[in-house]
């Protein structure tokens, strides 16, 4: 699936720390989290429901995905309409105040997208919503950029980022201090696919559409 890449967006909190999973983003265990739909096509908004509960029926997780009616009551409320796929990370969800404002965006999905699309993507997105970080920004990944290769691809279409954009979703590691994660995993969910000339060291990755045991067990371990 040749999506482009999503944004994570990460609000300015000051003293916060970075790792696999934001220690200070993560939701408190027991969580209710409410979660409400902007716009979008009903039967649309059923199959992204179904598919971001995995993250609770795979895991065991100890959060209640609690969806509402009223458009601005949740504390993730979603879009189809914005730009891209992003989501706010974590909690951070809870700081953006203008309930109008979507805190998660697919615009890349329609009613005609495949069940594999929307698995690859929900999947993904409420990874953030739930604290995960993208795989390729572990610190114990050993990936060694190349910058100019990067920066060039990622400023072009489909894409179009900023070099700011680029470094906090692709260039910038996590600080291993804060980590709360596990050795780089190949297989997360939470990692996009990207081509060995982006690497000084050849390294490339495969595309993801699934949860990974890894992403099972961290979200297991974080959260159960």
């Known amino acids: 699936m040749a999506f482009p890449w999503c944004v994570m967006l990460v609000p300015e909190v000051e003293g916060r720390e970075k790792g696999a999973v934001f220690a200070d983003a993560k939701w408190p265990k ?13 039967g649309l908004q059923a199959r992204v429901k179904a598919v971001a509960g995995q993250w609770i029926s795979r895991t065991g997780a100890d959060l209640t995905f609690t969806w509402l009616n009223d458009p601005g009551a949740g504390d993730i409320r979603i879009s189809f309409t914005r730009k891209g796929s ?10 953006k105040t203008d309930k109008t404002e979507p805190t998660m965006n ?7 997208s495949t069940p594999l699309e929307i698995q690859e993507v929900v999947l993904h997105e409420f990874g953030h919503a739930l604290g995960f970080i993208h795989e390729h920004q572990n610190p114990d990944g050993g990936l060694r950029w190349n910058k100019d290769s990067v920066i060039k691809s990622l400023s072009g279409p489909p894409n179009k980022w900023t070099p700011q954009q680029i470094e906090t979703n692709v260039l910038g ?11 780089f995993d190949p297989d997360s969910i939470m990692l996009y696919p990207f081509p060995a000339e982006w690497t000084e060291n050849g390294v490339s990755t495969h595309n993801n559409t699934d949860l990974s045991q890894t992403d099972i067990q961290l ?3 974080i959260y159960a």
Do not use: C, E, M, V
Request: glycine fraction near 12%; charge should be positive; aromatic fraction near 14%.
């Open 30 to 42: 027991g969580s209710q989290i409410k979660i409400s739909f902007l716009d979008g096509d009903s």
């Open 86 to 95: 992003w989501s706010l990370l974590g909690r951070y969800a809870k700081l």
């Open 106 to 112: 697919f615009g890349w999905l329609t009613p005609n």
């Open 173 to 183: 590691h996590y600080d291993p201090r804060a980590l709360i994660g596990t050795p």
């Open 219 to 221: 979200a297991r371990d």
